[in-house]
C-alpha cells in the first residue's frame, strides 16, 4: 500500500504562518518512535494532545477544532511552556489517518488476544510513525487490509472525523527537558520495533 510521503519538515505546509524559522528546525531530525502526551490550554481549559514529529524546536499535534490564536500554552505534569502554532493544514495527511485506523483494528485485535500479545499489541499502538508497519502486522495476525478497504476507510474517516494538524514552534529551557527525557526512554520503543519486525517475519 502507498502512503503519502511524509513532509519535508514539520514547519513546511500548505498554511506556513512564519517564514522565517530557526535553523535548527530545518536541520535537526524530528522523533516519531514515541509521542509525547501534553495538556494544551484551549479556551481556559487543559486538553490532551499528543506531540508528534517533535525535536527541540517544536512539535506537531492534531485537534478536532481549528484553534484562533497562533500563541498556545502547554504542560507535561507540573511543567509549562509556551508554544506558537506556525502552520496549519485543515486535514492531516493519509498516512497519519492510515496509522489512526490501523491503531483501531491493533485494538480491537489484542482485546481477543492472550494477555501477553494483548500487551504486546497495546504497546505497538503507543509507537507513532509505523503504519505501513502496523498493517504488516495486523497481516500477520490474520486481519488483511486491502487497498480498497483502506480507501473506504479512509473516505469514512475524513467524513465523520475532521482534524485539523498543527506545527508549534518553541524555545524553552522546559520542552528541552520534556524531548531529552523522551530521548532516554527510546531505547524501550526500539525494541518494540524489532519486536513488530521480527513478528512479521516469523
Known amino acids: 500500500m502507498q502512503?503519502?510521503?511524509?513532509?519535508?519538515?514539520?514547519?513546511?505546509?500548505e498554511c506556513n504562518l512564519s517564514p522565517e524559522?530557526?535553523?535548527?528546525?530545518?536541520?535537526?531530525?524530528?522523533h516519531s518512535h514515541i509521542g509525547i502526551r501534553l495538556q494544551c490550554r484551549i479556551d481556559g481549559k487543559w486538553e490532551r494532545i499528543e506531540a508528534l514529529a517533535w525535536n527541540v524546536a517544536g512539535f506537531n499535534f492534531l485537534h478536532a477544532r481549528e484553534l484562533e490564536s497562533p500563541l498556545l500554552e502547554f504542560k507535561r505534569g507540573l511543567t509549562r511552556f509556551d508554544g506558537k502554532i506556525v502552520w496549519r493544514s485543515p486535514n492531516p495527511t493519509d498516512d497519519v489517518l492510515i496509522e489512526a485506523i490501523?491503531?483501531?483494528l491493533i485494538f480491537k485485535r489484542a482485546k481477543?488476544?492472550?494477555?501477553?500479545?494483548?500487551?504486546?499489541?497495546?504497546?505497538?499502538?503507543?509507537?507513532?510513525?509505523?503504519?505501513?508497519?502496523?498493517?504488516r502486522v495486523l497481516a500477520s495476525l490474520g486481519v488483511a487490509v486491502t487497498d480498497s478497504m483502506m480507501a473506504n476507510l479512509l473516505a469514512k474517516r475524513k467524513r465523520e472525523q475532521p482534524m485539523f494538524h498543527y506545527g508549534v514552534q518553541v524555545q524553552?529551557?522546559?520542552?528541552?527537558?520534556?524531548v531529552g527525557s523522551a530521548?532516554?526512554?527510546?531505547?524501550?520503543?526500539?525494541?518494540?520495533?524489532?519486536?513488530?519486525d521480527a513478528l512479521v517475519k516469523s
Open 183 to 196: 530521548i532516554s526512554i527510546s531505547s524501550v520503543i526500539i525494541s518494540m520495533e524489532k519486536w513488530s
Open 21 to 30: 524559522l530557526p535553523s535548527i528546525a530545518r536541520d535537526n531530525d524530528r
Open 102 to 104: 490501523a491503531n483501531e
Open 172 to 178: 524553552s529551557p522546559a520542552w528541552n527537558e520534556i
Open 112 to 135: 481477543a488476544g492472550t494477555a501477553e500479545l494483548r500487551g504486546r499489541l497495546l504497546k505497538l499502538i503507543r509507537v507513532p510513525g509505523m503504519g505501513e508497519q502496523k498493517l
Open 3 to 13: 502512503l503519502s510521503g511524509p513532509r519535508s519538515g514539520f514547519f513546511a505546509t
